[in-house]
């Protein structure tokens, strides 16, 4: 795998080129449209009377579209580093206190459909039925019923639900709902689908499920992936690019280009091509 100084994944510095292996013909860098811009990202948390936290230093990074398909960028830290902070920024949920965000060169001022996000709570509503969560969206968009349904059904398909799309969310398991909250937000087709360690309260072989389907989704649908997490095994597997975050405040230490692991299955992870990605990554995580 391809190190990079952080200083290369500045909007300044010349960003390196993305492991090309996953795209069907490689763009040239300058040729691809901007998808995500942070730009010198600062996050101080007001304390009410106690003290100010500071949780994210000068976040600067780019995200280039690739062209017909998509992409997981990983970002990987401690707990507690700012992570959460620096995907609620780019949701919009909460205002820099410095530096700015931009989505397709546009300002973001706030959340947006454009961007999609599934944290690791579930996210579904109780007393609608499953179908009737992912067509939810379009619902409040005012898109006819039967528009609704073939779009829902097509979703619930790519996410492995489609014999559930009666059922409630308490009739599901963990993966099955978040596997719903996934389908809720693509059904929007945003330009950035925001998740914050979706995976995190799942068992080790849903967990992996998951993380399969993630990647054939994002193969699928063109998505662009800002994916948080703490854990080395989950970026190494997802990751086509990995950034890796210091303690807090949070700050890009390295960026990094991540081999694709076509396997989907868990024997994949004992293999040493992954085991040696696993060992660089802690290394740059946990020996700062
Ligand atoms: P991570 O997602 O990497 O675990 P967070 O972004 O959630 O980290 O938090 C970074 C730091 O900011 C932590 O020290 C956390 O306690 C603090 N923090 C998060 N949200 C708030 C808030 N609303 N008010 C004050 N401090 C906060
Ligand atoms: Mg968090």
Not at 19 to 34: F, G, I, K, W, Y
Not at 41 to 51: D, P, T
Request: hydrophobic letters at 40%; proline letters at 7%.
């Amino acid at each position: 795998m391809a190190e990079t100084p952080a200083e290369a994944a500045s909007p300044a510095g010349a960003a390196a080129a993305p492991a090309a292996a996953t795209a069907p013909a490689p763009t040239p860098e300058s040729d691809r449209p901007l998808k995500l811009r942070v730009q010198d990202l600062h996050v101080v948390y007001r304390g009410r009377g106690g003290e100010d936290v500071e949780a994210v230093r000068g976040v600067s990074f780019d995200i280039l579209d690739k062209p017909h398909i998509g992409e997981i960028v990983v970002f990987l830290g401690p707990s507690g580093c700012g992570k959460s902070t620096i995907l609620k920024a780019v949701a919009g949920l909460l205002p820099p206190t410095k530096g700015q965000v931009l989505v397709e060169n546009q300002l973001i001022d706030g959340p947006g459909r454009d961007r999609g996000m599934v944290f690791q709570q579930y996210t579904s509503f109780g007393w609608l039925t499953v179908q009737q969560n992912v067509e939810y969206g379009l619902r409040l968009r005012g898109i006819a019923e039967s528009e609704r349904k073939t779009q829902a059904l097509k979703i619930l398909k790519a996410v492995g639900l489609e014999q559930f799309a009666g059922r409630y969310p308490k009739e599901l398991s963990g993966g099955m709902k978040q596997r719903v909250a996934i389908a809720r937000t693509l059904i929007n087709q945003p330009k950035l689908l925001l998740m914050d360690e979706p995976f995190g309260a799942l068992d080790p072989q849903t967990r992996w499920e998951m993380q399969g389907m993630l990647i054939d989704i994002s193969h699928r649908e063109d998505n662009t992936i800002l994916f948080v997490t703490h854990d080395v095994s989950e970026a190494v597997y997802l990751a086509d690019t990995v950034y890796v975050l210091s303690k807090r405040p949070a700050r890009i230490l390295h960026r990094i280009d991540m081999p694709t692991f076509k396997d989907r299955s868990l024997a994949v992870k004992a293999s040493p091509a992954f085991r040696q990605c696993e060992e660089q990554l802690l290394g740059l995580v946990y020996s700062q």
